[in-house]
Structures are given as structure tokens and as C-alpha cells.
């Protein structure tokens, strides 16, 4: 299984709600991330979770709040998001920096949740 | 500190012809380089990953790229398009320490013609 598996591939939603994004994977991996991609920009590093604990947060405002309940699961909770928040949500995973192993740094990404934000 | 221009953000060929997609980096030290392609409204998968080993390094899909030190380049070939190639295509470089950063260019998008 070399898969990332996001869900759900599409959500909208108003800027009272509450929704998660949820992101899955089952290789073995212990560093996880989640990007923010605009049209036609590159991604944007949100943040990385390595072995279930929070490394990078790239100072992303706090209506954005990832978890990383074990080492298969990473959520990002969303809460009061604004239209501008509109974006595709990339998650990614990859064997941690450090790890002795010529995958190291690979990052596999999921298809993304493209969010809609009215 | 680390950076990566792509000299191109739109690149048109026909099928069948050489694909050259440009690359130059600045790194402070021997960095990690990698090339993704996104296909529209999917994520990323990684073509391939220079790690010093090999100065040519050949990828998935029939690309390939060559790092030039010299000339702090990196670019990625391919000798025949298909259409299947249209996407768009990222040069990449990993931040030093052990942060797991990536540092992406503004991207290149291929169009192949029929």
C-alpha cells in the first residue's frame, strides 16, 4: 500500500462551521504533513507532525487545527475559516529526516480536499 | 539559505519532441533536489531525486535530470512527450537540518499538442 488516502475529496462550507479533513496512510510512515495549494501556486507547508508530535507549525492561523491521533491518522479541524482559506488541502507522509534509508525525504501526498470556503 | 527559480511557467511541445523543463537552485550546501509533477486536481508524485549519488538521475515515466554543480542547475528532460505528460511540474529542494522542509518553485506548466 503506497497510497495516501484523503477525505473527503470536496467540502464546503460557511464561516460558522466546524469540519475536519482527514488523511490516512498505512506504510510505515512517522512524519506527516498538510499543505496549502492555490490555483496554479505551488504548495505551502501548514505543518509536519513527526512520530505523533507537532515539529513545524508555519505559523498558520488557529481556525487551523491539525492532530495526529497515531501514527496512521493525521485531521486538520477547521473552525471559523474565512473565504480566502479556499484552497486545495494536500496531506503528505514520509519516512522522517534522519531515517538511514534511500527513501528518506520521499514525500508521498494524498489528491487533496479542494475547500470551498462562502 | 535555500531557493529554487524555474526558469519557465508554461512550456508548450508536441508530442513526440524533447521535453526541457529548467531548473537552478541556490543552496549554501549539498542539497537534496527532487521533481514532482501534479496532474490537475490531483496531489503530487514524485519524478524523481538527486541525493548526490549520481549526477544524472533517471526517473519515472521516461524523465530524467541532470545536476550541474557548476552551473546550479537541474533540469528535467524527457526524449519523447505524450500527451499523458501535460501537468504541471514542481522543482524542489530540502531544507537543511531536520526540519522536512521542502522548498518548491513556482512551477512549469507542459502542454503537449497532439
Known amino acids: 500500500d503506497t497510497e495516501v488516502t484523503q477525505t473527503p475529496k470536496h467540502l464546503v462550507m460557511g464561516m460558522t462551521n466546524k469540519k475536519s479533513l482527514k488523511c490516512e496512510q498505512h506504510?510505515?510512515?512517522?512524519?506527516m504533513y498538510w499543505y496549502k495549494q492555490k490555483a496554479k501556486k505551488p504548495p505551502e507547508l501548514m505543518f509536519v507532525?513527526?512520530?505523533?508530535?507537532?515539529?513545524i507549525n508555519e505559523s498558520v492561523p488557529s481556525r487551523f487545527s491539525p492532530e495526529c491521533p497515531n501514527s496512521s491518522l493525521l485531521n486538520l479541524h477547521l473552525h471559523a475559516l474565512q473565504p480566502e482559506d479556499s484552497a486545495l488541502y494536500l496531506c503528505?507522509?514520509?519516512?522522517?529526516?534522519?531515517?538511514?534509508?534511500?527513501?528518506?525525504?520521499?514525500?508521498?501526498f494524498g489528491s487533496g480536499t479542494q475547500l470551498s470556503v462562502l | 539559505a535555500q531557493s529554487v527559480t524555474q526558469l519557465d511557467s508554461h512550456v508548450s511541445v508536441s508530442e513526440g519532441t524533447p521535453v526541457l523543463l529548467r531548473c537552478n537552485y541556490s543552496?549554501?550546501?549539498?542539497?537534496?533536489l527532487f521533481w514532482y509533477v501534479q496532474h490537475p486536481n490531483k496531489g503530487l508524485q514524485l519524478l524523481l531525486k538527486?541525493?548526490?549519488?549520481?549526477?544524472l538521475v533517471k526517473g519515472i515515466n521516461g524523465f530524467e535530470a541532470e545536476f550541474k554543480k557548476s552551473e546550479t542547475s537541474f533540469h528535467l528532460t524527457k526524449p519523447s512527450a505524450h500527451m499523458s505528460d501535460a501537468a504541471e511540474y514542481f522543482c524542489?529542494?530540502?531544507?537543511?537540518?531536520?526540519?522536512?522542509?521542502?522548498?518548491f518553485g513556482q512551477g512549469t506548466t507542459l502542454q503537449v499538442k497532439p
Open positions: 507532525y513527526s512520530y505523533e508530535k507537532l515539529s
Open positions: 543552496s549554501s550546501y549539498s542539497p537534496s
Open positions: 506504510m510505515g510512515h512517522r512524519a
Open positions: 524542489v529542494v530540502s531544507s537543511p537540518g531536520n526540519t522536512g522542509k521542502l522548498i
Open positions: 538527486y541525493t548526490s549519488a549520481a549526477t
Open positions: 503528505a507522509s514520509s519516512l522522517p529526516r534522519g531515517t538511514s534509508d534511500p527513501a528518506n525525504e520521499k514525500l508521498f
